[in-house]
Each structure stands twice: as structure tokens, then as C-alpha cells.
């Protein structure tokens, strides 16, 4: 399908993308200078009267939708019989992108969560359940701040609407268990959805996985949620307990509302639930102010007065302890200047040559390992592995003290990082093309205390288990290839 010239008044640079709902436009505003998003129903839909009536349906309801978390609406049209809205340009990427670069940390999961939260909650309020929350819908402007998008597939909590269509509307993967069941759904479906997208920001993956989008639903309504323990241990067990609550199979244990469930990554983030309600919909504050903080103009001028007087004290101190301690007036004027003038640091280097100890400085070694006596190889084993997205990953266990490097692999792209350090053992995460193999090279020294060095002599080393001295092993001599086969994803 060619590029529309115009739109409207509206000139267009480009497409954004395309999908089963409506096609979006990059275009350019003249008569307010700025760039916009249009978005505009495909012209295959048209004969399909349902999928109108919805579109048109989601064009009012998201005009009546004025709020700092939810990207706004500027102009409605119609086309030569397409209907059109106008919408603000977000340049920021969406979470997707964000996410894409690897998991969030909690605290800035939680800032996001708590301006998208609220967004939510404002539209709850008006009866409106947005039905499709996932990361592509999560938008952010040039500042960084996210923004709510497409509530084409919203439904009226109370509508009244003839639409008689009995199709399961939004994404599989963040589809709470009544949605997709076809049941009844109220504002406690977008805390599912929103519970899904945290937990992906914390650990880089959707909680659930199949071959088919059939498949993920069936999970969605069947599987526990999983524990996200299992492969960040480093997080606090609040976390896992967060996104059970919100991810609840039954929506009567979910957390009532968005508000209730950002409230609990604030404290789990920062220690306070911040003053968010339903009533504070402006996203502007995040925590409540520090009684530090809390100052009047009276306050603030009481202290600025107590400088001041404890500056000139200060001043003072220092104008009486030259006057006491003056040069005498014998000295001369050479002797005084240098008095006066500033000292200038000057940085000494001691070398000093360290003799190795010997049995005669009695110094006391550890005896001298037998010939059995060698460098175990380090501990490091690929654990589990899995598609996502058609992405492969697999993880990998290895000892707290152990470095890893990624070695020149057949196939570019590969990677892996360090995801969390528990119980004395790191868990590493691998991701590259489908069928790739990384070789991961573990390397691993004994971990000694100052004691225990200081019981070999230059070019050994100290074997805590056989309590001798043992020459210290070539390079790479305690290094191990493990080799992971990431899978076929389809990718």
C-alpha cells in the first residue's frame, strides 16, 4: 500500500506501523508546527462493520481521556469514509525498546509503574478498562516519561454498546485469565495486564512461553505464576509476592486497583508507598517530602540568617588567631611572606624494595603440596533455556568468586551478562540467533584470606582443603569452557 500524501491537513513522513487494528502515521502539523501520529483504519477493515463501529467507538472515548499518563488526543477526522484521530508524537521509544536493552532495575520499574497506574486508575474511574496493556503500549516523550497509548480495544465497563461480536480482543501474552475466557471484566483485568509488564521489566521476559499465542492464553488461565526468584534470586522476596498478587488467577485476590499495586513496588523501591490516590492523578509527586524538606518561607529565611552568623563567627575565629599568633616584628619581611603565603602540597614517592621472606626472618610456611594435590576446575553448568518472542536465552549457574568471558563464537550477536549473585553463585544469562552456540570461558581462583596468602612464598599459593602450599598454575589452567546451545526459536 503506497504512502498517503496527506492526511487531512496533515502531511505525512512515514509509517510507524501496522497492525490487525489500524495502520500509524508519522506526519507533520502546519498549522501548529509539530509532529503528530495518525491513526488511521486500513481501508481491507472497512467492509467489516464491527471492526468500524469499534474504531469509531475508540475515537470518542479516548478524546474524553485528559491525563499527564495517557497520550493525548489533538483532532479527529474522516477520509474519503476512513475514520482518522490525531495524536501527540511520543519520540521516546516505547517500554518495549526499554526493555529490550535488558531487565529494569525495581526502582525505576517502580516510577514507571506508578505514573502508568495512575493514568489507569483515571480511566477506571470513567468507567473505561483499556484491555490491551503490554510494552508496545507504553510510550515515552523526550523527557522520558511514560504515557499510556491505544485504548482501541477499551471497553465500557457499563456499555450499553450493540456490538455483538463474541472475538477475544487483545494480546495473548498479557491477557488476564477471565479476559481471555470471554468473561466478565472490570478494572482488576488491567491490574493483571499491568502485573505481566512488571514482571517482564524485572526480569527482561514474558512470565509465560509457547509455541503457539493459543498456547501462552492456556498458560495464562492454567500455570501458576512463576517465580521470579528462580532466576533473579537477588531479588527481594517482596517482589516475587508483588506480581503473585497482581498476576492472581481469581481477581478477587489481585490487588483492587493500579493504585494499591504501584503503592507496593514504592515501598518495596523506596521503603514508603508515596502519596498516591485517586485523588492525586497528576503524577507529579512520587514519595512523600522528607520533614527536611518540608520548609516554610520563614523557615527557610530563619536558616539562611543562621549561616550567615555562623559564617561570620567563622571569619572571626580566623581574623583572632592571626592577630594572636602574628609574626614578630624582628622577623623579617622574607621570613613573613612565606609565613603568609599558602602551603603548596608536595607529593613524595617512597620506593622501597621488599625482600621475599625467608625461613630465616621467621616467617612460618605452610608445607609444600604433594604431587595429587591440584587446581580443581570452577563450577559452571547451563541450567535452563527457553524461546521468547522467538528469541532464544538460556541461564547458566556458576560460583560467586568465578569470571566468565564470552569467546569468539561462529555466529555473531551472541551475549551474555551477569543477571544476580545469591546463595554464593552467579546466574548468567545467555541470548543470540536461533541454533547459536557461546562458549562461555569460566575462570576461577581460590578465594584466600590475607592469613592464608601469607603462608606460601613468591609463585605458590595457598590449598585451604589440603592446608599446603601449591606453585600457581599456568594461565588458563583454572579456566573451563562451558557450551551453550541456545535454541531454534524461529527467528
Request: charged fraction near 20%; glycine fraction near 8%; proline fraction near 7%.
Amino acid at each position: 500500500m503506497p504512502l498517503p500524501e496527506k492526511i487531512g491537513r496533515y502531511e505525512v513522513k512515514s509509517e510507524l506501523g501496522r497492525g490487525g487494528m489500524a495502520t500509524v502515521y508519522r506526519a507533520f502539523d502546519p498549522s501548529f508546527d509539530r509532529e503528530v501520529a495518525i491513526k488511521v483504519l486500513p481501508r481491507e477493515m472497512m467492509h467489516d462493520p464491527q471492526f468500524r463501529s469499534r474504531f469509531e467507538r475508540e475515537i470518542k472515548m479516548i478524546a474524553q481521556l485528559e491525563h499527564p499518563s495517557i497520550v493525548p488526543v489533538y483532532d479527529v477526522g474522516d477520509m474519503e469514509g476512513q475514520p482518522y484521530f490525531v495524536m501527540r508524537f511520543m519520540n521516546g521509544g516505547s517500554l518495549s525498546d526499554l526493555i529490550e536493552r535488558g531487565s529494569i532495575p525495581i526502582d525505576e520499574t517502580a516510577k514507571i509503574v506508578e505514573k502508568i497506574a495512575q493514568g489507569l486508575a483515571y480511566a477506571h474511574r470513567k468507567n473505561i478498562i483499556h484491555r490491551d496493556l503490554k510494552p508496545d503500549n507504553i510510550l515515552f516523550d523526550e523527557n522520558g516519561e511514560p504515557f499510556i497509548s491505544d485504548f482501541g480495544v477499551a471497553k465500557l465497563s457499563e456499555s450499553s454498546s450493540n456490538l455483538t461480536g463474541s472475538g477475544v480482543i487483545g494480546t495473548p501474552a498479557y491477557m488476564s485469565p477471565e479476559q481471555a475466557q470471554g468473561s466478565e471484566i472490570d478494572q482488576r483485568s488491567d491490574v493483571y495486564g499491568l502485573g505481566v509488564i512488571v514482571y517482564q521489566m524485572l526480569s527482561g521476559h514474558q512470565p509465560y512461553s509457547a509455541d503457539t499465542p493459543m498456547g501462552v492464553v492456556v498458560k495464562h488461565i492454567t500455570e501458576p505464576v512463576p517465580e521470579i526468584l528462580k532466576i533473579l534470586p537477588n531479588l527481594p522476596e517482596e517482589a516475587d509476592a508483588i506480581i503473585k498478587t497482581a498476576m492472581a488467577k481469581d481477581k478477587t485476590q489481585r490487588y483492587p486497583n493500579t493504585i494499591e499495586l504501584a503503592k507496593a513496588l514504592n515501598t518495596l523501591a523506596f521503603g514508603s508507598p508515596g502519596n498516591i490516590t485517586f485523588q492525586t492523578m497528576n503524577g507529579t509527586s512520587r514519595l512523600k517530602p522528607s520533614k527536611t524538606m518540608q520548609l516554610s518561607r520563614g523557615q527557610t529565611t530563619g536558616l539562611v540568617g543562621v549561616g550567615i552568623v555562623l559564617l561570620v563567627a567563622i571569619i572571626g575565629v580566623f581574623l583572632l588567631r592571626n592577630q594572636l599568633f602574628a609574626p614578630e616584628a624582628t622577623a623579617t619581611s622574607a621570613v613573613a611572606t612565606e609565613e603568609q603565603n599558602t602551603p603548596v602540597p608536595v607529593l613524595v614517592v617512597v620506593t622501597a624494595t621488599l625482600e621475599e621472606p625467608t625461613a630465616s626472618s621467621g616467617q612460618t610456611f605452610a608445607p609444600a603440596c604433594s604431587a595429587d594435590v591440584v587446581f580443581l576446575p570452577p563450577l559452571g553448568k547451563e541450567t535452563n533455556s527457553f524461546c521468547q518472542q522467538k528469541i532464544p536465552y538460556a541461564f547458566a549457574l556458576m560460583e560467586e568468586n568465578a569470571n566468565f568471558t564470552v569467546l569468539n563464537t561462529s555466529t555473531p550477536g551472541s551475549k551474555c551478562r551477569q543477571e544476580s549473585v545469591k546463595n554464593g553463585e552467579k546466574v548468567i544469562s545467555c541470548t543470540g540467533p536461533s541454533f547459536a552456540v557461546v562458549d562461555l570461558e569460566v575462570c576461577q581462583l581460590p578465594k584466600l584470606t590475607q592469613e592464608e596468602l601469607a603462608q606460601c612464598s613468591l609463585g605458590s599459593t595457598y590449598n585451604p582443603e589440603n592446608q599446603c602450599c601449591i606453585a600457581l598454575p599456568p594461565e588458563k589452567a583454572i579456566c573451563k569452557v562451558i557450551q551453550i546451545q541456545l535454541k531454534g526459536c524461529g527467528g
